[in-house]
T-cell receptor
Framework: AQKVTQAQTEISVVEKEDVTLDCVYETRDTTYYLFWYKQPPSGELVFLIR??????QNEISGRYSWNFQKSTSSFNFTITASQVVDSAVYFC?????????????FGTGTRLQVTL | DTAVSQTPKYLVTQMGNDKSIKCEQN?????MYWYKQDSKKFLKIMFS???????INETVPNRFSPKSPDKAHLNLHINSLELGDSAVYFC?????????????FGPGTRLTVL
């Protein structure tokens, strides 16, 4: 069975601070994908990044960066110089490669509050 | 331009009623999903259809019946609504054979059962 743990339920930071959202996953499969989604107050789910299990390169996209470490089964997400617009619930998710039976297993989410 | 659309966005109804939520995707994807997000924001898959065939059916009460008339549509019908059905329901789609197979989500339907 797959499991995703986001131990931080809520984080509050002041604008311009850096913040890291933790994600730890469990799976016995050797081939899998990890995702981060953002859910702003408006409620939609916005895809941020996908990483497959064979690609441990870190990725940077603007103020966002992701650190994937298979040794610790972690896929952490860092926002540099946070802004008020980053306030949202962030979900980490795992998908194993099972052909057509594809489903995302989500973590419980981390609510990020960025204040002025 | 909307990739995955759902109607209605809000649905308020009484216990015991039957209601439907519609989902359409214009991405040409072959797989569609229904997820439920409860009041604590926990997201869990309910159903998945690939080419109109049911391939994932989690432990969902049989009051919930998905219907996929074609690859671009996946509707969710709920009979005898209960208070515990109040949640946000998200539809999603993906292309199974696409690398990564990321799922694109609709805007959600907030269902409130009184």
């Amino acid at each position: 069975a797959q499991k995703v743990t986001q131990a931080q339920t809520e984080i509050s930071v002041v604008e311009k601070e850096d913040v890291t959202l933790d994600c730890v996953y469990e799976t016995r499969d050797t081939t899998y994908y990890l995702f981060w989604y953002k859910q702003p107050p408006s409620g939609e789910l916005v895809f941020l990044i996908r990483r497959n299990s064979f690609d441990e390169q870190n990725e940077i996209s603007g103020r966002y960066s992701w650190n994937f470490q298979k040794s610790t089964s972690s896929f952490n997400f860092t926002i540099t110089a946070s802004q008020v617009v980053d306030s949202a619930v962030y979900f980490c998710a795992l998908r194993v490669n099972t052909g057509t039976a594809s489903k995302l297993t989500f973590g419980t989410g981390t609510r990020l509050q960025v204040t002025l | 331009d909307t990739a995955v659309s759902q109607t209605p966005k809000y649905l308020v109804t009484q216990m015991g009623n039957d209601k439907s939520i519609k989902c359409e995707q214009n991405l040409g994807h072959d797989t569609m999903y229904w997820y439920k997000q409860d009041s604590k924001k926990f997201l869990k898959i309910m159903f998945s259809y690939n080419n109109k065939e049911l391939i994932i059916n989690e432990t969902v009460p049989n009051r919930f019946s998905p219907k996929s008339p074609d690859k671009a549509h996946l509707n969710l019908h709920i009979n005898s609504l209960e208070l515990g059905d109040s949640a946000v329901y998200f539809c999603a789609s993906s292309q199974v054979r696409m690398v990564g197979n990321e799922q694109f989500f609709g805007p959600g339907t907030r269902l409130t059962v009184l």
